[in-house]
T-cell receptor
Framework: AQTVTQSQPEMSVQEAETVTLSCTYDTSESNYYLFWYKQPPSRQMILVIR??????QNATENRFSVNFQKAAKSFSLKISDSQLGDTAMYFCAFMKHDGYSGAGSYQLTFGKGTKLSVIP | GAVVSQHPSRVICKSGTSVKIECRSL??????MFWYRQFPKKSLMLMATSNEGSKATYEQGVEKDKFLINHASLTLSTLTVTSAHPEDSSFYICSARVGGGYISNYGYTFGSGTRLTVV
């Protein structure tokens, strides 16, 4: 079984500054995905960024980037130029994959979340 | 992008009655749908996994007879909370896998959630 740990229940950052949210995971799987999801006050889950475990290059999506350390089983999210709209709960999630076939729909394992507040 | 439409967004029901929550995939076929429950300020807890045309798989501790899941088509999955009680009050979210084939297309999309209040 997989576990995902987010050790920061709450964080705050000044608008336009940079913040890093931490996530560690434990698994014996070799093929997997890692995700960061955002849940704003509307409660809609929104995909922020995705990382395939076989890729060494860290994923980036505009102001969002990850630091993926596979050996350390660490997957942190960096938000640059923080905006008020970034205020939300952020969940780190793990999903195993069966390789290149694309078959199967494996469940996501979520961390407990980090509540991020962007301060004007 | 792929969208899952979830209804209703809010529902209040009397104790002892049943409530149905629907999730529809609007522009893709959802072979598998996941149902989550979320308590205030908590993470998502997987309740069950539904596969089109077959019985749902429930997580340990989730009552199958209370939370009935039906996945009759590739675009519709429903969760029925039967004989609801105040302790069933919660936020329920569905999610479907999107893409497949190449790993780079893999992901999940979520419904907007249903806030259930049992009085």
């Amino acid at each position: 079984a997989q576990t995902v740990t987010q050790s920061q229940p709450e964080m705050s950052v000044q608008e336009a500054e940079t913040v890093t949210l931490s996530c560690t995971y434990d698994t014996s799987e070799s093929n997997y995905y890692l995700f960061w999801y955002k849940q704003p006050p509307s409660r809609q889950m929104i995909l922020v960024i995705r990382q395939e475990a076989y890729k060494q290059q860290n994923a980036t999506e505009n102001r969002f980037s990850v630091n993926f350390q596979k050996a350390a089983k660490s997957f942190s999210l960096k938000i640059s130029d923080s905006q008020l709209g970034d205020t939300a709960m952020y969940f780190c999630a793990f999903m195993k994959h069966d390789g290149y076939s694309g078959a199967g729909s494996y469940q996501l394992t979520f961390g407990k979340g980090t509540k991020l507040s962007v301060i004007p | 992008g792929a969208v899952v439409s979830q209804h209703p967004s809010r529902v209040i029901c009397k104790s002892g009655t049943s409530v149905k929550i629907e999730c529809r995939s609007l522009d893709f076929q959802a072979t598998t749908m996941f149902w989550y429950r979320q308590f205030p300020k908590k993470s998502l807890m997987l309740m069950a996994t539904s596969n089109e045309g077959s019985k749902a798989t429930y997580e340990q501790g989730v009552e199958k007879d209370k939370f009935l899941i039906n996945h009759a088509s590739l675009t519709l999955s429903t969760l029925t909370v039967t004989s609801a009680h105040p302790e069933d009050s919660s936020f329920y979210i569905c999610s479907a896998r999107v893409g497949g084939g190449y790993i780079s297309n893999y992901g999940y999309t979520f419904g907007s959630g249903t806030r259930l209040t049992v009085v």
